[in-house]
């Protein structure tokens, strides 16, 4: 019984050390529920939030989520695929700005 235990603990350790290395990747999470934005990890102007929100609404996207990855030093932005590519390549031509 012990044995079962303690291989649980193990596996759940190994689980959240693996969550945390991934999410540690991620400057900053912006999830897109119900069509209202929710900053759920680093920081983002309230401007690029608004830009966000816009292009959001224009293209109809009520679910999804934007993550901006650390490549080296730089931030690039990643999208979920509820979020058409017109919309994705509008928000990284702001993001460069």
Avoid at 27 to 51: C, N, P
Avoid at 77 to 82: E, I, V
Wanted: aromatic share 10%; hydrophobic share 50%.
């Amino acid at each position: 019984m012990v044995e079962y235990v303690l291989g649980f603990l193990v596996i759940a350790i190994l689980a959240v050390a693996l969550r945390a290395m991934y999410l540690a990747q991620f400057a900053f999470i912006v999830r897109i529920s119900d069509g209202d934005l929710r900053l759920t990890r680093g920081k983002v102007t309230r401007a690029f939030l608004q830009v966000i929100q816009e292009h959001c609404q224009q293209h109809d996207v009520r679910h999804g989520w934007v993550r901006g990855a650390w490549r080296g030093r730089r931030i690039t932005l990643l999208f979920s695929r509820s979020i058409p590519l017109p919309c994705q390549q509008q928000l990284r031509n702001l993001w460069l700005l």
